[in-house]
């Protein structure tokens, strides 16, 4: 068994110059964007395992009798480049030890049909976890081959909604008001999606509604929400205690929402951010939804996540959909903490780019790569 990359325009061109090499028995690895150094291959690069021809023929790169000399400046590029596919060989059969250990050939990646390496390779490529693709397409795989792609197609929904949920709705509690708090790690977007729900659940419904920033870590954040509260015409408060919040609630029980805004703690702040976690957690009546940026790589969203559990957020908010085009991450992230989705935003725009998340939604990002929110 060896493996061998193949790189393309597309996962699906990439994929398909390996069969027509290899044949139907080769076995999906990987499906990845092509390195820097060999992009100029093509954007995409797939890892398959084959089993090896019974001979084959070196080549040489010294020039024969006859041929014209290469250039320095050609060698040159010629050894630089030589040098960087070694290296590349290097680590697919780094790879290649991997996977053998793991088994994951034997155990995981049977061969598979064309559409369901298809789909693995759309998933990989969307920065789906392996293990979570894995299942994917072993579910799919068990529930046998539907006769149409409108029902391959309708599998494959099914099966990605059913990893997740989603859940728009504002508050915890039936009767007005609606409290809705946002925390987050610094710079996910907290302040200017607090400014988009009051716009599209506040003024548009035409709902009394009150903004409180409990922002003191930021020079001047408070501020950037007074502001915004001044063009939009709803109430604003800069509360620094949990004390200040809770008497702050009582006296806006008559507005129909409640907006609150929070400090972006670092992973080492989580000191400063004790007493409003313990607050906010200890109330069930205070929707508290976690702000998280789509184009962060899934590890580090992970870590975000574990951070910010001690706040007991109920719902995820995904922003900055318009950085990134591999939407995974928001799939791995819902699957893991069982937290559903609430909102997804991209851009500046007030309120149009914030949309109430929907499963239909986040599958299509996830199949298709489209970025581009509707209004």
Same mark, same amino acid.
């Given at each position: 068994m060896k493996l061998k990359s193949y790189f393309a325009a597309? +996962?699906?061109?990439?994929?398909?110059?390996?069969?027509? !090499?290899?044949?139907?028995?080769? =076995?999906l690895v990987q499906a990845r964007p092509a390195p820097?150094?060999?992009?100029?291959?093509?954007?995409?690069? =797939?890892? =398959?395992?084959?089993?090896?021809?019974e001979s084959a023929t070196e080549c040489t790169s010294k020039p024969g009798a006859g041929e014209p000399a290469?250039? /320095?400046? /050609?060698?040159?590029?010629?050894?630089?480049?030589?040098?960087?596919?070694?290296?590349?060989?290097? /680590? +697919?059969?780094?790879?290649?030890?991997?996977?053998?250990?793991?088994?994951? =050939?034997?155990?995981?990646?049977?061969?598979?049909?064309?559409?369901?390496?298809?789909?693995?390779?759309?998933?990989?490529?969307?920065?789906?976890?392996?293990?979570?693709?894995? /299942?994917?397409?072993?579910?799919?795989?068990?529930?046998?081959?539907p006769e149409t792609s409108a029902e391959l197609r309708s599998a494959i929904i099914t099966e990605l909604g059913s990893r997740f949920s989603t859940d728009s709705r504002l508050g915890r509690t039936t009767e007005p008001p609606q409290v809705v708090a946002l925390v987050g790690p610094p710079g996910s977007g907290k302040t200017m999606t607090l400014v988009k729900l009051a716009v599209r659940f506040g003024l548009t419904s035409r709902r009394p509604t009150q903004l409180i920033s409990m922002d003191t870590l930021r020079v001047?954040?408070? !501020?950037?929400?007074?502001?915004?509260?001044?063009?939009?015409? +709803?109430?604003?408060?800069?509360? !620094?205690?949990?004390?200040a919040l809770a008497q702050a609630l009582e006296e806006h029980r008559h507005k129909d929402l409640v907006l609150i805004d929070t400090p972006g703690y670092a992973a080492g702040e989580l000191d400063a951010a004790r007493d409003l976690a313990r607050w906010l957690a200890a109330r069930p009546a205070v929707d508290t939804h976690l702000v998280l940026t789509a184009s962060t790589k899934s590890a580090d969203l992970s870590e975000a996540v574990d951070r910010f559990a001690v706040?007991?957020?109920?719902?995820?908010?995904?922003?900055?959909?318009?950085?990134?085009?591999?939407?995974?991450?928001?799939?791995?992230?819902a699957a893991r903490t069982g937290l559903p989705i609430s909102f997804l935003a991209g851009g500046q725009q007030i309120p149009e780019d914030l949309e109430p998340a929907t499963q239909e939604k986040i599958v299509d990002l996830i199949l298709q790569g489209r970025p581009r929110l509707d209004s």
């Amino acid at each position: 068994m060896k493996l061998k990359s193949y790189f393309a325009a597309t +996962v699906g061109s990439a994929l398909s110059l390996a069969r027509r !090499e290899l044949g139907g028995e080769a =076995v999906l690895v990987q499906a990845r964007p092509a390195p820097p150094e060999a992009r100029h291959l093509g954007q995409c690069e =797939v890892v =398959v395992a084959a089993a090896p021809p019974e001979s084959a023929t070196e080549c040489t790169s010294k020039p024969g009798a006859g041929e014209p000399a290469v250039p /320095d400046g /050609d060698e040159r590029r010629a050894s630089r480049l030589g040098g960087e596919l070694a290296e590349l060989r290097r /680590d +697919v059969q780094r790879m290649a030890a991997l996977v053998a250990r793991a088994g994951l =050939v034997s155990a995981g990646l049977q061969p598979l049909t064309a559409e369901l390496a298809e789909l693995f390779s759309i998933l990989v490529a969307a920065e789906v976890d392996a293990e979570l693709a894995q /299942d994917i397409i072993s579910r799919l795989r068990a529930a046998g081959a539907p006769e149409t792609s409108a029902e391959l197609r309708s599998a494959i929904i099914t099966e990605l909604g059913s990893r997740f949920s989603t859940d728009s709705r504002l508050g915890r509690t039936t009767e007005p008001p609606q409290v809705v708090a946002l925390v987050g790690p610094p710079g996910s977007g907290k302040t200017m999606t607090l400014v988009k729900l009051a716009v599209r659940f506040g003024l548009t419904s035409r709902r009394p509604t009150q903004l409180i920033s409990m922002d003191t870590l930021r020079v001047a954040a408070a !501020e950037q929400l007074r502001g915004y509260a001044a063009i939009l015409g +709803v109430g604003f408060q800069a509360l !620094e205690t949990t004390g200040a919040l809770a008497q702050a609630l009582e006296e806006h029980r008559h507005k129909d929402l409640v907006l609150i805004d929070t400090p972006g703690y670092a992973a080492g702040e989580l000191d400063a951010a004790r007493d409003l976690a313990r607050w906010l957690a200890a109330r069930p009546a205070v929707d508290t939804h976690l702000v998280l940026t789509a184009s962060t790589k899934s590890a580090d969203l992970s870590e975000a996540v574990d951070r910010f559990a001690v706040f007991g957020p109920r719902k995820l908010v995904f922003t900055r959909l318009d950085e990134t085009s591999s939407f995974g991450p928001l799939l791995n992230q819902a699957a893991r903490t069982g937290l559903p989705i609430s909102f997804l935003a991209g851009g500046q725009q007030i309120p149009e780019d914030l949309e109430p998340a929907t499963q239909e939604k986040i599958v299509d990002l996830i199949l298709q790569g489209r970025p581009r929110l509707d209004s």
